[in-house]
């Protein structure tokens, strides 16, 4: 890092230099070069040394002020993505083959270091579909935060929901080439709202944090929410045998190859009172201008030794009144309440190639169960990944098996072959 600097602060002074090795002063219509004295000059490259800005390159492109006002760092990641589905005989029916994700992210301080920010934005497809109320998506992450000490902080803006383990972790820290099923249907995404943080140290090698948020309750980017309540969230982590290296528990895989054993055993809860959408803080908006008062719960437990990692995520929504939507006596639309368990471990060898195992299933609950179209949905998937520069830059693929109980035709895609490339820094 420090020969880039070198190398980019050189730039600089080379082009100042080019500029500042002689003066020009216009007399009539002639014009006269003068060289400045060699003292003259060595001052003012001095002066424009001192005053010049900080530029590092690492993690991410780093621009900062010499009198160290603000700090501003700049990132970049895509993740590029080959998807075919095959029916039950391994028939290629489905094709998908794009950018799934583009990320500018801008982070830093201003001010103080105690007065951070946070800025990131979408630009695929996929990023940037357009929401149920015809707003535009682009924005995910718009914060401010306060962080007075180590202990705890507190936010404002937009970012995401601190509810369930792998909703937390960055879609570039996965060790499979995207989240399980079971949390695309129970997560609870990005919110608009107040954020707040409390870590703790106990006694001896427990360590606790607690995490809570106040939003709007239907999600990023929405606006006006007339008609609706506010969501309340609230979880509790426990680590019983200290920290994780680095960012460990936040991050799939383990890739800092734990010397000790690490647990993290956590638990959240969140009430959206009048939910204007299907899954709370994301789906379809609901039909005829109905609200539900919806309830969800999360407990996840980590496990990571000397490069094994295990994960448990038990998660589920709960209505208050009926999920489902009706018209006279037709259903016309239904909130999915129920449950779901995700199981996953992971082996990474000393080449950084690592297999990985994952099992998820979603259990609607009765009522729902014939407008799902099944009792319960199962994906099996192996997974592959070659760590070129920790998570920055990894090639993943991975193949599902898909497996529907009961209320479905036999012809839905059973399996999925998955190839992604992963870049940023």
Do not use: C
């Not at 060289?35 to 001095?46: G, P, Q």
């Not at 950084?352 to 998937?381: C, F, G």
């Amino acid at each position: 890092m420090n020969y880039q600097r070198l190398f980019l602060s050189g730039i600089f002074l080379s082009l100042f230099m080019l500029s500042a090795s002689a003066k020009t002063f216009i007399i009539g219509n002639d014009s006269t070069t003068v060289r400045t004295s060699d003292t003259d000059y060595a001052d003012e490259l001095e002066k424009i040394r001192m005053h010049m800005p900080d530029i590092e390159v690492g993690n991410g492109i780093s621009f900062q002020p010499k009198n160290k006002s603000y700090k501003l760092t700049m990132r970049i990641r895509m993740q590029n993505l080959v998807d075919i589905d095959f029916n039950e005989k391994f028939e290629a029916q489905d094709i998908d083959a794009r950018v799934k994700r583009l990320r500018l992210r801008f982070d830093g301080y201003i001010y103080t270091p105690k007065l951070t920010y946070l800025v990131q934005l979408g630009f695929s497809p996929y990023d940037m579909k357009t929401l149920p109320n015809g707003n535009n998506n682009i924005v995910r992450d718009a914060m401010i935060y306060y962080v007075p000490n180590s202990t705890w902080n507190i936010g404002f803006g937009q970012t995401k929901i601190r509810a369930n383990r792998a909703r937390i972790n960055s879609s570039s820290a996965l060790q499979f080439v995207d989240r399980s099923i079971v949390n695309s249907e129970f997560n609870l995404d990005r919110d608009f709202g107040i954020f707040g943080e409390y870590n703790q140290h106990l006694f001896g090698s427990l360590d606790l944090a607690a995490k809570a948020s106040i939003t709007t309750g239907e999600g990023r980017n929405w606006g006006n929410n007339k008609g609706s309540g506010l969501a309340y969230t609230g979880r509790i982590e426990l680590f019983p045998l200290g920290r994780f290296t680095g960012k460990g528990d936040a991050m799939e895989g383990d890739y800092e190859r734990e010397q000790t054993p690490k647990i993290l055993l956590a638990g959240a809860y969140s009430y959206n009172d009048r939910a204007l959408r299907a899954q709370g803080s994301n789906g379809d908006k609901l039909l005829f201008d109905q609200t539900r008062n919806l309830s969800s719960y999360f407990v996840d437990f980590i496990f990571k030794y000397q490069g094994f990692a295990f994960y448990t995520d038990f998660m589920g929504r709960i209505s208050s009144s009926s999920p489902l939507i009706k018209s006279g006596e037709n259903v016309e639309q239904y909130v999915l309440t129920g449950m779901g368990l995700n199981v996953q471990a992971s082996y990474l060898f000393r080449s950084n190639w690592e297999i990985a195992l994952r099992n998820s299933t979603i259990m609607p609950d009765k009522e729902v169960q014939p407008y799902a179209n099944y009792r319960s949905h199962n994906q099996s998937t192996f997974g592959v990944t070659k760590y070129l520069i920790d998570h920055r830059l990894k090639v993943q693929a991975d193949l599902s098996y898909n497996y529907k109980n009961e209320f479905v035709d036999s012809d839905y895609n059973r399996w999925q072959l998955r190839f992604q490339i992963e870049l940023g820094f």
